[in-house]
């Protein structure tokens, strides 16, 4: 078995899932692909996965790529793990320019002016992953960990011949997370919940004990007592929504804050300090890992000082059951073709799926209550026309894109969408495709 990472220089990462499948006994030997353009990062990544099998007795054979092309060749799993124009020139640039007009962002990953651009600067790369792919291993799955997700993954199921899903961990850290925020965690053991939507915009659903007794009044309760007013400070957004709306999302607030229109605005900038809402967060947190990363690359590249325990990340489980044919439920995004019945079909949705030897399989939801379709189709609107924006090279359908976004919309006119597009544009130069 065959398992290539692009990006392979997200250290950290292949860490978590290389180590999830050196601890998965009965995988047996794997080959790991390295491929990565930052040569360092390659190397560091090579090490720690020696310093993991060296301690963990594991079976992976590590080996490092330069040519793409042949780090792929005869893959059966792909895991792509890339940051295109990386922290700097790139996201500097998706925040700065923006700020010029106005215009605030908390994470600018996965919607807003800052996804947009992330997009449109990302798929370019993927259609060369994809017709290499398709030339010397077109049988393989390939897992997206790369965000804006559901514009890449999106785009990479409907418009490349490649087998795509796409994989993030919000889902998984959303009920114990919320449950331990207003003391509930104990119940967590044993809980019964169902989770659908989009990424970054799906919805608990519902969610019961192990006696099936519903939690969500509880839920609601606490949410709203004094009591556990402190254990929620870092998720106000989140509780907002849920008790405006009826039910809980599943990605953080700070990430929230951006898909909606009502938390960012410069008319009521007393609204940061009551959803304690960090703006520019996402620049402020990669230069935190880039002053961090030294100390740890001391620690397990250089030192070879690497524990592992298993993570809660999808991949090495998903590589497991299609190679056991072990039966395996994950939340992942495909597109929707009916799935969620009131969203489009051509949709990247987050719906339960199953997992075996036969691949992927993604389970009927049926609809969403009817104001969550609402909310999510505010921001499918943005992903489908970012994509139809790439494909055409037209700037006026990357404009409208741009003008449908919630929180873009909510605080600029279209005059100035359109410069905050023009000037994102001649800022990233030759990062983006030539758009007319």
């Not at 060749?73 to 106005?102: M, S, W």
């Not at 960090?278 to 402020?284: F, G, K, L, V």
Request: proline residues 4%; aromatic residues 10%.
């Amino acid at each position: 078995m065959k398992i290539t990472f692009l990006g392979a220089g997200s250290t950290v990462f292949v860490k978590n899932v290389v180590g999830d499948l050196i601890l998965t006994k009965d995988i047996g030997e794997f080959e790991v692909a390295l491929f990565d353009i930052d040569m360092q990062r390659l190397e560091d990544s090579f090490r720690m996965i020696e310093h993991l099998n060296n301690k963990y007795q594991g079976k992976a054979k590590a080996r490092k790529y330069t040519d793409r092309k042949e780090s792929l060749r005869g893959a059966d799993f792909i895991i792509n793990a890339i940051q295109v124009g990386g922290y700097e020139p790139c996201t500097l640039t998706d925040f700065e320019v923006p700020k010029r007009h106005g215009l605030k962002q908390t994470i600018g990953d996965t919607l807003g002016i800052g996804g947009i651009f992330r997009a449109l600067r990302t798929m370019p790369v993927l259609d060369g992953f994809a017709k290499d792919i398709e030339e010397v291993c077109p049988d393989a799955l390939f897992l997206n960990y790369v965000n804006p997700m559901a514009m890449l993954t999106g785009y990479m199921q409907r418009f490349t011949g490649v087998k795509t899903i796409g994989l993030c961990h919000s889902v998984q850290v959303c009920v114990p997370n919320l449950l331990d925020s207003i003391g509930m965690l104990s119940y967590n053991e044993g809980a019964k919940y169902e989770i659908a939507g989009i990424n970054h915009q799906a919805w608990l659903l519902n969610i019961y004990d192990k006696d099936g007794n519903d939690l969500y009044p509880e839920i609601k309760r606490r949410s709203l007592s004094q009591e556990h007013q402190k254990g929620i400070e870092w998720d106000l957004v989140r509780h907002e929504l849920m008790h405006r709306f009826g039910y809980y999302v599943t990605e953080s607030s700070v990430h929230s804050a951006e898909y909606f229109p009502y938390f960012i605005k410069d008319k009521y900038p007393e609204l940061l300090d009551r959803y304690k809402i960090n703006i520019d967060e996402y620049p402020r947190r990669c230069r935190l890992q880039i002053k961090e990363w030294n100390e740890l690359r001391d620690k397990i590249v250089e030192k070879g000082d690497v524990e592992h325990t298993k993570s809660i990340e999808y991949s090495a489980n998903i590589i497991h059951s299609v190679c056991t044919n072990t039966p395996y439920e994950i939340n992942a995004n495909v597109i929707n073709n009916g799935l969620i019945t009131n969203l489009p079909s051509n949709a990247c949705v987050e719906v339960p799926c199953l997992v075996n030897r036969a691949g992927i399989h993604p389970c009927q939801v049926g609809a969403l209550p009817e104001q969550l379709a609402a909310l999510n189709r505010t921001n499918v609107n943005v992903q489908l026309l970012t994509i139809n924006a790439y494909r055409t090279r037209k700037k006026e359908d990357l404009y409208m894109a741009a003008y449908l976004d919630p929180h873009t919309s909510a605080e600029l006119s279209m005059d100035d969408i359109r410069a905050v597009c023009d000037d994102l544009i001649e800022a990233h130069g030759n990062w983006l495709p030539k758009f007319n």
